[in-house]
C-alpha cells in the first residue's frame, strides 16, 4: 500500500436524514474495507429508486454520491495493483457468482478486451434484475462485481500508456548527475500536482531515482580512481624505473574514465525519456476520468437536463465551479428562451437555454471549438461563427448523455 493511499481521508457528502438509517456513511481513512464500499452502493441504489418517484429526485446528491464510489474505488485499486512491477502480467479474479446466474466470468491478464468488458457490464446487468428479490442479491457479490469492472476499466488505459520500458543498466558504469538531477526534477514537479499518481508514473520516478543512486555510486568510483591516479604519480617520481610502468596504468586508469563519462551521458538521454512522456500519460489517464465521470451521470436513471451542470471538464470542474464560465451554469439560463439547446437525455429530447454571447465561454470550458474562437484560450468568438458553436456545444453535450 503506498503512503498516499493509507494517508488519504475521503469525506461523504451529506446525506439526508431519511437515508441514514440505510447506512452511515463515515469518512473513509486509508483503503476503503467491503463493508464501507457495500454501504455506498446502499445509499446509492436507494437515491436511483427515490429518483423514480416524481419530486423526489435529487440529482446532485446523486453525482456527489458517485464521485465518492469513484474515489473510494480508485483507493482500492491503488492498494492492489499500482505495487505491481510488471503490469502487463496483472490478473483480475472475477468474483464467485451464485448458481442462479447463468453467465461464467473468468480470470483476465493484463490490458482486458473490449469482449472482456461487455461481458462483465452483461453480468451486472443480468445481477441487477435480481434487486427486487432479497433472497436472491446479494449486495457483497454486486459490490465486487462493480469492483472487478472497475479494476478491468482503469487496467485497461494504465497499461496501454503507462508501459514504458526501462533503459538496460547492465553494461553502464557512470552516469552525469547534473543531467539526471533535472531529470528528476522535472519528473518530482509533473506528478506533484494534488490528486495524480498511477503506476507508470511512479515507476518512471523510480527509475530515476536509482539512476540518481548509482550515479553517486560510480562518481564515487570515478574519485577512487582519480586518487589512486595520484599516487601513481608520486610514486613516479621516487622511482625511474617504475615511472614508465605507472604512467602507462594512469593512461588506463584515464581512458576508463572517459569510457565512463561516455556511457554516463548515454544513460542520462535514456532516463529522460521516460519523463518526457510523463505529460502525454497523464493527458491520457485524465481523458480517460472525464469519460468515466460522463458515463456516471449518463448511467442515471433520473436525469433531468439539470444532469449538464453535473459534467465535468478535464480540470474536474463543473459549471458553476469554473472562471471561464464565471460560475454561470445551464440553470442560469431559461430554457424557455428562442436561444436553446437540444439535448436527448435517456432517450427523451430536452432543452436547455443559452444565449449566444455565452457560447465561447462553454466551448472553451470543454476544451472544444478551439478553430471557431479568436484564440485557443480566448472566449470569444469569431464573426459569423455562432450558428456552428451552437450546434457543436450541442452535440458535445448529446455525445457526454445521449
Excluded at 622511482?239 to 581512458?255: G, H, M, W
Excluded at 430554457?335 to 437540444?342: D, E, P, V, W
Aim: glycine share 6%; hydrophobic share 35%.
Amino acid at each position: 500500500m503506498t503512503s498516499y493511499v493509507a494517508e488519504q481521508v475521503l469525506l461523504p457528502p451529506d446525506i439526508p436524514p431519511y437515508l441514514e438509517h440505510l447506512y452511515k456513511l463515515n469518512p473513509v481513512v486509508g483503503v476503503p474495507s467491503d463493508d464501507e464500499l457495500i454501504g455506498i452502493h446502499s445509499i446509492i441504489r436507494a437515491t436511483q429508486k427515490m429518483a423514480e418517484i416524481p419530486g423526489m429526485g435529487d440529482p446532485v446528491l446523486l453525482s456527489l454520491l458517485s464521485e465518492h464510489l469513484f474515489d473510494a474505488q480508485m483507493a482500492k485499486y491503488r492498494s492492489k495493483y499500482l505495487g505491481i512491477t510488471f503490469p502487463e502480467n496483472t490478473v483480475y479474479n472475477p468474483p464467485v457468482l451464485p448458481v442462479h446466474v447463468p453467465i461464467q466470468l473468468e480470470p483476465i491478464t493484463g490490458a482486458p478486451s473490449e469482449e472482456q468488458v461487455i461481458k462483465v457490464q452483461d453480468t451486472i446487468r443480468l445481477y441487477h434484475q435480481f434487486s427486487n428479490v432479497p433472497s436472491m442479491f446479494d449486495p457483497r457479490v454486486n459490490m465486487e462485481l462493480l469492483e472487478h469492472l472497475f479494476d478491468i476499466q482503469m487496467g485497461k488505459p494504465v497499461q496501454k500508456y503507462l508501459l514504458i520500458p526501462s533503459p538496460d543498466l547492465s553494461s553502464l558504469l557512470v552516469i552525469s548527475t547534473t543531467t539526471l538531477a533535472k531529470t528528476v526534477e522535472r519528473a518530482a514537479n509533473l506528478v506533484g500536482e494534488p490528486g495524480i499518481e498511477d503506476a507508470g508514473i511512479r515507476d518512471a520516478i523510480e527509475r530515476s531515482n536509482r539512476l540518481a543512486e548509482q550515479a553517486n555510486q560510480l562518481i564515487e568510483r570515478s574519485n577512487q580512481i582519480t586518487e589512486r591516479s595520484n599516487q601513481l604519480v608520486e610514486q613516479s617520481s621516487q622511482s625511474v624505473d617504475q615511472s614508465n610502468r605507472f604512467e602507462e596504468r594512469f593512461n588506463q586508469l584515464f581512458e576508463r574514465l572517459n569510457q565512463h563519462l561516455e556511457q554516463s551521458n548515454e544513460l542520462a538521454k535514456q532516463s529522460t525519456r521516460p519523463v518526457e512522456k510523463l505529460g502525454d500519460v497523464l493527458g491520457n489517464i485524465n481523458k480517460v476520468l472525464v469519460r468515466i465521470q460522463h458515463a456516471i451521470v449518463r448511467n442515471h436513471k433520473g436525469n433531468t437536463i439539470r444532469a449538464l451542470d453535473c459534467l465535468v471538464n478535464e480540470k474536474g470542474e463543473t459549471p458553476a465551479m469554473s472562471h471561464t464560465t464565471l460560475g454561470r451554469s445551464f440553470a442560469n439560463f431559461p430554457s424557455t428562451s428562442m436561444q436553446r439547446l437540444s439535448v436527448v437525455i435517456n432517450g427523451v429530447t430536452q432543452n436547455a437555454g443559452i444565449t449566444d454571447g455565452w457560447l465561447g465561454e462553454f466551448l472553451c470550458f470543454y476544451g472544444i471549438g478551439d478553430e471557431l474562437r479568436e484564440g485557443v484560450s480566448s472566449v470569444e468568438l469569431k464573426k459569423g461563427k455562432g450558428h456552428e458553436a451552437r450546434a457543436m456545444l450541442q452535440k458535445y453535450l448529446n455525445s457526454c448523455l445521449g
